[in-house]
């Protein structure tokens, strides 16, 4: 179903952007909320090795589906955790990544903390987030309907502020931009992509 809600709103432009975040992406690589794999064709080559991280069993199924249909050129692991309690040494990535799951974490400032955490000094946090909208006007529309949108959506809450996680979490953010999530609905149509650092050397 995830996968056929967002075929349209991918062709008209998500999977570019998709592609344009994950340039970035080099070395041993973490995916939080992986889903059902929309980002894996787009992984460069500098990526050496891929673990994707779905807490759900249903996505994880067709994570784990599509990693076999199409299996990348690096090895790839699939675990069950979730982004607030990720199962790793400090330190020990070069790229986390999040696409669409700061909206749905339960918690976002610990999933934030934990993706500086595992990180190596110098590694890089990639984000493509819809956020609160900056017009007053639809970011209250997004605080009226956070509820009946999180039960239709998995408990995505339209309204929240990611880009404040990020950079309040211990980030150096060097690159953010304000962007739309194209064709999708105005809820969910305010956008934010960039590269967050783990201060350190590198
Ligand atoms: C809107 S989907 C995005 C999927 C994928 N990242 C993408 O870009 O298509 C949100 C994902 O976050 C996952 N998720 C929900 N709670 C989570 C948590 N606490 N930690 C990590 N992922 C979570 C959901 O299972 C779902 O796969």
Known sequence: MYDR???GVERAGLAEMRRSLLADARGRTLELGAGTGLNLVHYPSAVSELVLAEPDPHMAKRLRARVEDAPPPVPVEVIAAPAEDL???DGCFDTVVSTLVLCTVADPATAVAEARRVLAPGGVLL????VRSLRPGLARMQDLMEGP???VAGGCHPNRATEQAI???GFWVERLERDRIPGGLPLIRPAITGLARRPGSG
């Open 149 to 151: 949108w999180g039960w």
């Open 87 to 89: 199962p790793f040494d």
């Open 127 to 130: 984000f493509l987030e819809h």
């Open 5 to 7: 809600a967002l075929k």
């Open 167 to 169: 950079a309040g979490g």
